[in-house]
T-cell receptor, first 111, second 112 residues
């Protein structure tokens, strides 16, 4: 499967801090990128997606995409204990419906 | 209202006994996926359909088969489950590439 790499963590941040999550991908032709959150024992739920180079903001979340570097990141501002979960990066391969996931980064927000 | 429904939520099967997991959707999406997720691992894409077009990942074992009789339903058949097939199985749907995928609640399979 196409490689999608994430630091598995765990990543711990204090409440109110910024959490930074990173993802790299191997398929240079990839066109769309998704961040999902997954609580233990639950299915993934979409946080946001990004298609174009640059930043995309949605509330406390900002996705950043750099296609030249094959890198996508997620910033979570004002982190809350409820943000504690595993964050999965997903990448849509070029010209296909394949959707591949990274291993995920486990985030813990400490009150 | 649940839009992607997986049944059952929990399935216990015997080693070697065929088992079928089901997924239904009310979204009328073209694409349906089956993923296998083991503890602390990434969801691993097994196969997907675009309408009736079936796409099997190269590393999906032959033991796993799928059927999509119509737009709404998709089934995962495990012909001879082994202990290593114990996992969460996730079904997802989306309109097409570059769009959001919606997941069902998953079926946790135990093999005894």
């Amino acid at each position: 499967q196409k490689e999608v790499e994430q630091n598995s963590g765990p990543l711990s941040v204090p409440e109110g801090a910024i959490a930074s999550l990173n993802c790299t991908y191997s398929d240079r032709g990839s066109q769309s990128f998704f961040w999902y959150r997954q609580y233990s024992g639950k299915s993934p739920e979409l946080i946001m997606f990004i298609y174009s180079n640059g930043d995309k903001e949605d509330g406390r979340f900002t996705a950043q995409l750099n296609k030249a570097s094959q890198y996508v990141s997620l910033l979570i501002r004002d982190s809350q204990p409820s943000d504690s979960a595993t964050y999965l990066c997903a990448v849509n391969g070029a010209g296909a419906n394949n959707l591949f996931f990274g291993t995920g980064t486990r985030l813990t927000v400490i009150p | 209202d649940a839009m992607v429904i997986q049944n059952p939520r929990y399935q216990v099967t015997q080693f070697g006994k065929p088992v079928t997991l089901s997924c239904s959707q009310t979204l009328n999406h073209n694409v349906m996926y089956w993923y296998q997720q083991k503890s602390s691992q990434a969801p691993k894409l097994l196969f997907h359909y675009y309408d009736k077009d079936f796409n099997n990942e190269a590393d999906t074992p032959d033991n796993f088969q799928s059927r999509r009789p119509n737009t709404s339903f998709c089934f995962l058949d495990i012909r001879s489950p082994g202990l290593g097939d114990a996992a969460m199985y996730l079904c997802a749907t989306r309109v097409g590439r570059n769009t959001e995928a919606f997941f069902g609640q998953g079926t946790r399979l135990t093999v005894v």
